[in-house]
C-alpha cells in the first residue's frame, strides 16, 4: 500500500471512531436517549460495559416490566430540587410512553396504583427500544468498557475497544443498585471528574433490616403479611408489609425506605389497622364479654396476634379493662414502633437515592451548565422516584431530553 493509501486509511478509521453523539449505558434511559438522538440524523453510538442490553428493564416486575404509572407527577419523586423534574417528565410523559408501546402492539394491563405491566414479557420493552435505536442509525457496542473520559474540543474515551470521540456525550450508566447485573459507581466517578457535586448516595426501595434488640421479634414473623400504613416523619404509604427474617419489607416498607437519612436508629412507625379505629370499637363493644386478642382475630392473621399480644390485657376480657389499657392496646397496633438497624443494601434495593447534584444540570435538556455538550440522565442524577413505574418514567423522560437536545 502507499504511503497516502495508508494515511487515507488512517482517516477513515478515525472517522469510524468519531461520533456525534455517543450514549454511555444501554439501560431504559440510555435506550431512549439513543433512540432520539438517531431518530434527529445525529451519528449515535451506544456502549454498555456488560454483554447485555437493558437488564433492569428484563429482571424488574417479575419479569413483566413495571414500564410506568399512570398517575407519575413531579409529587412521586425525591431530590434536593423537587421541581427539577418537572420540565422532563411535562416533555415525555407516561401517556407518551404508553403510546408508543401500543404502537408497537405491546399488551398491557394495570396491576394496581396505575403501575403497569407487560402482559407478556419485560423483553417486549426491550426489544421495543432497541429496534428504535437500529431503525433511527444508532450503532451499539456492548463489553465496551470505558477507562477514562477527557474533553479537549470533542469527548475523548479510552476504552478497551480504543478510542472513541463524540461532539456530545450522554452519561446514562445508572447507580449503585442492583451490582450483581454491573451497576457501579462509574457515573459518579466521570461527574466529578468534571467538577459536579455529588448528593451522598444511598440505598432506596430496599427492606428494612430492624435494630438487634428487636430481631426476635421479627424472625418468629417471617413471612407474615399485612395491609398497613407505614409513617416516617411528614412520609406515609398505605400498602403492605411484609416480615422478613431480617426485619420488614413488601412495598410500603420499599417505600418509606427511600425516605430514610440513615438507616441506623432511624425509627418508623406502622398502622397495623388502617382500616379501622380500634380505639372508638372498643369503646362502642365496651361490654364485650371477648378478650383483645380474640377481637383483633378479625383484623390480623393469628401469628401477628400471638406475638404482638404478649401484655396480660390482650387476653383479659373487654369489659373488664379500664379504657386507659384499651387505649395503650389500640395505640400499640395503630402506631407500632420499629427502631432500625440498617437496610439490606444496594444488592437487593431496587435503586440508588442520591447522584449527580441537579443545581449542576439544565432541567429542561439534562445538560451540565458549565460544560457544553455533557448530559447526565435516569438513576445516576438525584432523582428517585416511588415504587411502581416511576423510576422508569424517570429515564425515560430523562433521556427524551438528553436525546432531542444532544
Same mark, same amino acid.
Given at each position: 500500500?502507499?504511503?497516502?493509501?495508508?494515511?487515507?486509511?488512517?482517516?477513515?478509521?478515525?472517522?469510524?471512531?468519531?461520533?456525534?453523539?455517543?450514549?454511555?449505558?444501554?439501560?431504559?434511559?440510555?435506550?431512549?436517549?439513543?433512540?432520539?438522538?438517531?431518530?434527529?440524523?445525529?451519528?449515535?453510538?451506544?456502549?454498555?460495559?456488560?454483554?447485555?442490553?437493558?437488564?433492569?428493564?428484563?429482571?424488574?416486575?417479575?419479569?413483566?416490566?413495571?414500564?410506568?404509572?399512570l398517575y407519575a407527577s413531579p409529587n412521586n419523586y425525591i431530590c434536593q430540587n423537587p421541581h427539577f423534574m418537572k420540565s422532563a417528565?411535562?416533555?415525555?410523559?407516561?401517556?407518551?410512553?404508553?403510546?408508543?408501546?401500543?404502537?408497537?402492539?405491546?399488551?398491557?394491563?394495570?396491576?394496581?396504583?396505575?403501575?403497569?405491566?407487560?402482559?407478556?414479557?419485560?423483553?417486549?420493552?426491550?426489544?421495543?427500544?432497541?429496534?428504535?435505536?437500529?431503525?433511527?442509525?444508532?450503532?451499539?457496542?456492548?463489553?465496551?468498557?470505558?477507562?477514562?473520559?477527557?474533553?479537549?474540543?470533542?469527548?475523548?474515551?479510552?476504552?478497551?475497544?480504543?478510542?472513541?470521540?463524540?461532539?456530545?456525550?450522554?452519561?446514562?450508566?445508572?447507580?449503585?443498585?442492583?451490582?450483581?447485573?454491573?451497576?457501579?459507581?462509574?457515573?459518579?466517578?466521570?461527574? +466529578? =471528574?468534571?467538577? /459536579?457535586?455529588? %448528593? &451522598?448516595?444511598?440505598?432506596?426501595?430496599?427492606?428494612?433490616?430492624?435494630?438487634? *434488640? !428487636?430481631?426476635?421479634?421479627?424472625?418468629?414473623?417471617?413471612?407474615?403479611?399485612?395491609?398497613?400504613?407505614?409513617?416516617?416523619?411528614?412520609?406515609?404509604?398505605?400498602?403492605?408489609?411484609?416480615?422478613?427474617?431480617?426485619?420488614?419489607?413488601?412495598?410500603?416498607?420499599?417505600?418509606?425506605?427511600?425516605?430514610?437519612?440513615?438507616?441506623?436508629?432511624?425509627?418508623?412507625?406502622?398502622?397495623?389497622?388502617?382500616?379501622?379505629?380500634?380505639?372508638?370499637?372498643?369503646?362502642?363493644?365496651?361490654n364485650s364479654k371477648q378478650t383483645p386478642a380474640n377481637y383483633l382475630k378479625t383484623y390480623l392473621s393469628n401469628r401477628l396476634i400471638?406475638?404482638?399480644?404478649?401484655?396480660?390485657?390482650?387476653?383479659?376480657?373487654?369489659?373488664?379493662? +379500664? =379504657?386507659?389499657? /384499651?387505649?395503650? %392496646? &389500640?395505640?400499640?397496633?395503630?402506631?407500632?414502633?420499629?427502631?432500625?438497624?440498617? *437496610? !439490606?443494601?444496594?444488592?437487593?434495593?431496587?435503586?440508588?437515592?442520591?447522584?449527580?447534584?441537579?443545581?449542576?444540570?439544565?432541567?429542561?435538556?439534562?445538560?451540565?451548565?458549565?460544560?457544553?455538550?455533557?448530559?447526565?440522565?435516569?438513576?445516576?442524577?438525584?432523582?428517585?422516584?416511588?415504587?411502581?413505574?416511576?423510576?422508569?418514567?424517570?429515564?425515560?423522560?430523562?433521556?427524551?431530553?438528553?436525546?432531542?437536545?444532544?
Open positions: 500500500m502507499s504511503r497516502r493509501g495508508f494515511v487515507i486509511e488512517k482517516r477513515m478509521n478515525q472517522n469510524n471512531s468519531h461520533y456525534e453523539v455517543i450514549i454511555i449505558g444501554a439501560g431504559a434511559a440510555g435506550l431512549m436517549a439513543a433512540a432520539q438522538a438517531g431518530k434527529r440524523g445525529k451519528k449515535t453510538l451506544l456502549i454498555e460495559h456488560t454483554n447485555k442490553i437493558g437488564e433492569k428493564i428484563r429482571i424488574s416486575g417479575g419479569g413483566r416490566c413495571n414500564f410506568t404509572n417528565l411535562a416533555g415525555f410523559t407516561q401517556h407518551d410512553f404508553i403510546k408508543l408501546a401500543q404502537s408497537h402492539q405491546i399488551a398491557y394491563h394495570e396491576k394496581t396504583l396505575g403501575q403497569l405491566f407487560c402482559d407478556g414479557s419485560s423483553k417486549q420493552i426491550i426489544n421495543m427500544m432497541v429496534n428504535l435505536c437500529y431503525s433511527n442509525g444508532v450503532e451499539i457496542k456492548l463489553n465496551c468498557q470505558v477507562n477514562d473520559i477527557s474533553k479537549n474540543d470533542t469527548f475523548q474515551l479510552q476504552t478497551n475497544n480504543g478510542t472513541l470521540t463524540c461532539d456530545s456525550l450522554i452519561i446514562a450508566c445508572g447507580g449503585l443498585s442492583i451490582p450483581q447485573i454491573g451497576a457501579s459507581d462509574f457515573g459518579y466517578r466521570i461527574a +466529578k =471528574k468534571f467538577g /459536579l457535586k455529588i %448528593i &451522598a448516595t444511598r440505598p432506596a426501595l430496599v427492606p428494612l433490616i430492624v435494630a438487634e *434488640s !428487636e430481631r426476635h421479634l421479627f424472625t418468629s414473623l417471617s413471612g407474615v403479611s399485612n395491609p398497613s400504613i407505614v409513617h416516617y416523619k411528614k412520609a406515609q404509604f398505605p400498602e403492605n408489609i411484609l416480615f422478613t427474617h431480617k426485619g420488614l419489607s413488601g412495598p410500603a416498607i420499599l417505600q418509606i425506605s427511600s425516605y430514610l437519612e440513615k438507616f441506623n436508629n432511624e425509627e418508623i412507625i406502622i398502622n397495623l389497622l388502617p382500616k379501622i379505629d380500634l380505639k372508638q370499637q372498643f369503646i362502642d363493644d365496651k400471638d406475638t404482638l399480644a404478649t401484655h396480660p390485657d390482650f387476653h383479659k376480657s373487654i369489659t373488664d379493662l +379500664k =379504657k386507659e389499657s /384499651l387505649l395503650a %392496646i &389500640a395505640d400499640k397496633l395503630h402506631a407500632f414502633k420499629v427502631k432500625i438497624g440498617g *437496610s !439490606e443494601g444496594y444488592q437487593k434495593a431496587e435503586v440508588t437515592a442520591g447522584g449527580v447534584d441537579t443545581d449542576f444540570l439544565s432541567s429542561k435538556t439534562m445538560a451540565v451548565k458549565t460544560i457544553p455538550n455533557l448530559f447526565f440522565i435516569g438513576e445516576v442524577v438525584d432523582v428517585t422516584g416511588w415504587l411502581g413505574g416511576y423510576n422508569f418514567q424517570w429515564a425515560w423522560s430523562s433521556g427524551f431530553a438528553a436525546g432531542n437536545n444532544c
